[in-house]
């Protein structure tokens, strides 16, 4: 019954927030070095929070999905390797309430996005333990020679 009402909790704000950031992302094209620590300084409080056993206030749960909603707004626009550690804490913050889409989303954003930063192999290995199967990318020889159609 908890976990339903606050699934249910959740697609409120969700709507809430995607209706509230819109307008929002239209203004804003790309997110600042100030944006881009505020908001990792959100996911740090809320991480401490979870990892204190202390229920998160709907408040709480607007603003995680107020971050994700800006970072995949920002990733529409322009990839910047400055949100793969928010990608990858928001995954963290997912998995640990046991949104494991939510927090798959995350990791294969940071795994697809952003593959030469040190959080790659961290988002593939937390993957795994969320029981996906990853495919390991193709090297660069491979994909010539598919593309010589050798």
Known sequence: MKKIFLSILV???LITAISLDVSAAKKSAKLS???IAEMS???DKLTQKI???ALLSPQDNEELIGIKIKLDNQMLMASN???APLYFKAGNVYKLRDMKPEAIECYQTVLEN???TALAPK???ALEQLGVEVAAPASTEEESESDDGI
């Open 114 to 116: 952003f593959p030469e």
């Open 123 to 125: 988002a593939r290995a």
């Open 11 to 13: 697609a409120f704000l």
């Open 51 to 53: 990892y204190g056993r």
């Open 81 to 83: 390797p400055a949100l």
């Open 41 to 43: 300084e959100t996911i």
């Open 33 to 35: 070095k100030e944006d």
